[in-house]
């Protein structure tokens, strides 16, 4: 029976440019029974833009757990469905998870077409470190929530990146100034792949800057980049024996094996005696 079910394929779609969406992609689009889709007017538009005539099916945020039933019925009898957003990768901050963990957790084949992604896309030329990074989605819409986050991540050493509004990206950028200093480091990307693509690199104070002063800056969807901070590495450990043979010509053997007792943890007895060996 598990090779009747269908399959889901989970497609991302362009966050802006169009021709950006992957042959695979249009083929997968083209050949299953039914898209989910977040908002089936604006897929809508990118479906005709290549000529694919999907049935189309709401999922998002206030039905996700809804369809699941619906979904893994057409699963059931054989129908291949894929799942989009309205634009890049979903479940990335996006509908999806409910869906796609049930699937998993009951044995349906769920299957990704990559693509598109602006957290991967930004990153790709911020100039920041991305060996390790992390997401945070966006952040809370309330000002004292968003300084709450913004303080629990001011010491990540990792990059650290998230999604903000065009309505709120000028206040969210004067709480980071006040939370992590006008000298923090960051990347901010505005629109990638269209138009009016921006990306600006600076302190945090200066980004603030550039959009305080250009009304169009605040305009789009942005992805917001901050550098980590560095990581502080312990000293490694002193050795007691050449903690002592710096000491011993310069105070006699009590003392240095009183000093090197506080600065090691060892006991004094033993660092004295170890003392005494190491004298002429």
């Not at 129908?79 to 890049?88: K, T």
């Not at 990146?161 to 709120?168: A, L, N, P």
């Not at 004067?174 to 200093?181: A, E, R, S, Y």
């Not at 200066?206 to 312990?234: H, W, Y």
Request: glycine content about 6%.
């Amino acid at each position: 029976m598990a090779s009747q079910l269908g399959t889901l394929y989970v497609v991302a779609t362009p966050i802006g440019n169009l021709d950006d969406l992957s042959k695979r992609a249009i083929d997968t689009l083209k050949q299953v029974q039914r898209i989910l889709a977040e908002d089936t007017r604006r897929s809508q538009q990118l479906l005709t833009n290549f000529s694919i005539r999907g049935s189309l099916t709401s999922l998002h945020d206030h039905n996700e757990r809804q369809r699941v039933e619906q979904v893994k019925a057409w699963l059931a009898q054989g129908d291949d469905l894929a799942l989009i957003s309205d634009a890049g990768t979903p479940l990335i901050s996006d509908p999806g998870y409910v869906l796609v963990n049930q699937l998993r957790q009951d044995g349906f084949n769920v299957v990704p077409i990559p693509g598109p992604c602006a957290i991967i896309t930004a990153l790709s030329v911020a100039g920041l470190p991305t060996d390790r990074f992390c997401f945070e989605g966006f952040l809370p819409a309330k000002p004292s929530g968003r300084r709450k986050v913004l303080q629990a991540m001011s010491e990540e050493s990792r990059t650290w990146v998230f999604y903000e509004s065009s309505h709120r990206v000028l206040e969210c950028l004067k709480d980071m100034n006040q939370v992590l200093g006008a000298e923090r480091e960051l990347v901010l990307a505005r629109e990638l792949t269209k138009r009016f693509e921006t990306v600006i690199s600076g302190t945090c104070e200066a980004v603030m800057a550039v959009l305080s002063s250009d009304s169009n800056q605040c305009r789009g969807e942005f992805v917001i980049m901050v550098k980590g901070l560095p990581e502080v590495t312990s000293a490694p450990p002193v050795s007691p024996e050449l903690l002592l043979q710096e000491l011993l010509p310069h105070v006699s053997t009590k003392t240095a094996s009183q000093i090197a007792a506080k600065l090691t943890g060892l006991p004094k007895k033993e660092l004295y005696q170890m003392a005494l060996g190491l004298k002429p």
